[in-house]
């Protein structure tokens, strides 16, 4: 995930990158490719970077609320051909951010909150706009093995919650019998008929909701 395009090196880790908020010697000092440092320019160089991180967090007050849409809808472009690289920064992102503001001040969630708010007033164009952000970090525990089995046999998809899947899914993958190539095969067959099964669902349901409305 995340090539420049060509599926050759990896995009945040290219060398010929434009410097963003790591200058091309940071990220070569980050990321071991340039060793000859002493203990006192490590030092300088890790303090520059800690301040150049602050300033870019600032630099964001300025960017939400000044930086014009089309400028914004440009940067996140889904059609890029680097988008799965940027995807995997946005999510890195978030991550570093969650990582960092652990014991700060303010939460984590109170901040994502506030955040999305600001964001969905400002597509509306008024702070009359509010809505609700639930987030929760709940771990994975010990899952039923025999009632997932259970549910998928017998087709009761409803009832399987997303931590049972993502638990089962792992511990299928890490199975001895767990086969990507066979499994690639066997579900590409299955998707085209999953596919139109779904379209011809949604079909019934726009008629029903028209026969209703008539």
């Given at each position: 995930?995340?090539?420049?395009?060509?599926?050759?090196?990896?995009?945040a880790?290219?060398?010929?990158?434009?410097?963003?908020?790591?200058?091309?010697?940071?990220?070569?000092?980050?990321?071991?490719?340039?060793?000859?440092?002493?203990?006192?320019?490590?030092?300088?160089?890790?303090?520059?970077?800690?301040?150049?991180?602050?300033?870019?967090?600032?630099?964001?007050?300025?960017?939400?609320?000044?930086?014009?849409?089309?400028?914004?809808?440009?940067?996140?472009?889904?059609?890029?051909?680097?988008?799965d690289?940027?995807?995997?920064?946005i999510?890195?992102?978030?991550?570093?951010?969650?990582?960092?503001t652990?014991?700060?001040?303010?939460?984590?969630?109170?901040?994502?909150?506030?955040?999305?708010?600001?964001?969905?007033?400002?597509?509306?164009?008024?702070?009359?706009?509010?809505?609700?952000?639930?987030?929760?970090?709940?771990?994975?525990?010990?899952?039923?093995?025999?009632?997932?089995?259970?549910?998928?046999?017998?087709?009761?998809?409803?009832?399987i919650?997303?931590?049972?899947?993502r638990?089962?899914?792992?511990?299928?993958a890490?199975?001895?019998?767990?086969?990507?190539?066979?499994?690639?095969?066997?579900?590409?067959?299955?998707?085209?008929?999953?596919?139109?099964?779904?379209?011809?669902?949604?079909?019934?349901?726009?008629?029903?909701?028209?026969?209703?409305?008539?």
């Amino acid at each position: 995930m995340g090539t420049d395009g060509d599926g050759s090196e990896p995009l945040a880790f290219s060398a010929e990158r434009d410097r963003g908020i790591l200058t091309p010697s940071d990220r070569e000092f980050l990321l071991g490719r340039k060793t000859d440092y002493t203990e006192h320019s490590k030092k300088q160089k890790r303090n520059r970077i800690r301040r150049r991180l602050r300033n870019a967090i600032l630099d964001f007050t300025i960017l939400f609320e000044h930086l014009e849409g089309r400028d914004r809808e440009t940067v996140f472009n889904p059609e890029d051909e680097a988008r799965d690289a940027y995807t995997r920064g946005i999510v890195d992102m978030l991550g570093f951010l969650h990582l960092g503001t652990m014991g700060y001040y303010v939460p984590f969630k109170d901040m994502l909150a506030q955040g999305v708010n600001r964001a969905e007033q400002e597509l509306a164009g008024s702070d009359y706009r509010m809505v609700t952000v639930d987030f929760n970090v709940d771990p994975v525990g010990q899952i039923d093995v025999d009632e997932v089995i259970d549910n998928l046999e017998f087709g009761n998809f409803d009832e399987i919650t997303d931590e049972e899947l993502r638990a089962f899914v792992r511990l299928l993958a890490e199975s001895d019998d767990f086969s990507a190539t066979s499994m690639r095969s066997d579900m590409k067959e299955q998707m085209a008929e999953f596919i139109a099964r779904v379209n011809e669902a949604t079909e019934r349901r726009d008629r029903r909701v028209e026969e209703l409305s008539d």
